[in-house]
Antibody
Framework: QITLKESGPTLVKPTQTLTLTCTFS??????????VGWIRQPPGKALEWLAL???????RYSPSLKSRLTITKDTSKNQVVLTMTNMDPVDTATYYC???????????WGQGTLVTVSS | AIRITQSPSSLSASTGDRVTITCRAS??????LAWYQQKPGKAPKLLIY???TLQSGVPSRFSGSGSGTDFTLTISCLQSEDFATYYC?????????FGQGTKVEIK
């Protein structure tokens, strides 16, 4: 059974850097074809794809946020870390990590973590 | 970047109704389209991938169709547990993109 769980601060101040950790089980990020992605959802709004890291360390980013995002993996710890710099109140959202399997889709997802950006 | 236009943004329906949601891609994406269901306070759940392949465990009243630029999610006989928000997502090329969502509400 694949499970993922996001962790990190619930409140950050404007201009600070957000660091979120996705801890997973039930798969290995050293298996060919596997990836872990990050998606966010502002309150009451739609889903937004942020970043994706693959088993071979290939990384993909949303162009609109690429300058602010960094995604890394620690295969031995079964963790993926997303950092987002220069946080702004508009970045307030629930942040999800998700498993990207052989079919290329996000399934399953973590439960999500709400991050509020406020001074 | 490929843009995804999903419609309608919301709809009201009754249990037992047939419901159709559409997504249009700004350029051809072959069959690289998925559908997710999201209930309030919960993470999205994968329903359909490759435009028409039902994810394991998903009821057969859900179906997907389309290829290229136009896609459809159909719920053949709406059940109470189907009231939720539905999103489509293209995974043909980066950046992956989601539609704006369709909220299915009780009439």
């Amino acid at each position: 059974q694949i499970t993922l769980k996001e962790s990190g601060p619930t409140l950050v101040k404007p201009t600070q850097t957000l660091t979120l950790t996705c801890t997973f089980s039930g798969f290995s990020l050293s298996t060919s074809g596997v990836g872990v992605g990050w998606i966010r959802q502002p309150p009451g709004k739609a889903l937004e794809w942020l970043a994706l890291i693959y088993w071979d360390d290939d990384k993909r980013y949303s162009p609109s946020l690429k300058s602010r995002l960094t995604i890394t993996k620690d295969t031995s710890k079964n963790q993926v870390v997303l950092t987002m710099t220069n946080m702004d109140p508009v970045d307030t959202a629930t942040y999800y990590c998700a498993h990207r399997g052989a079919a290329g889709l996000f399934d399953p997802w973590g439960q999500g973590t709400l991050v509020t950006v406020s001074s | 970047a490929i843009r995804i236009t999903q419609s309608p943004s919301s709809l009201s329906a009754s249990t037992g109704d047939r419901v159709t949601i559409t997504c249009r891609a700004s350029q051809g994406i072959s069959s690289y389209l998925a559908w997710y269901q999201q209930k309030p306070g919960k993470a999205p759940k994968l329903l359909i991938y490759a435009a028409s392949t039902l994810q394991s465990g998903v009821p057969s009243r859900f179906s997907g169709s389309g290829s290229g630029t136009d896609f459809t999610l159909t719920i053949s006989c709406l059940q109470s547990e189907d009231f939720a928000t539905y999103y489509c997502q293209q995974y043909y090329s980066y950046p992956w993109a989601f539609g704006q969502g369709t909220k299915v509400e009780i009439k």
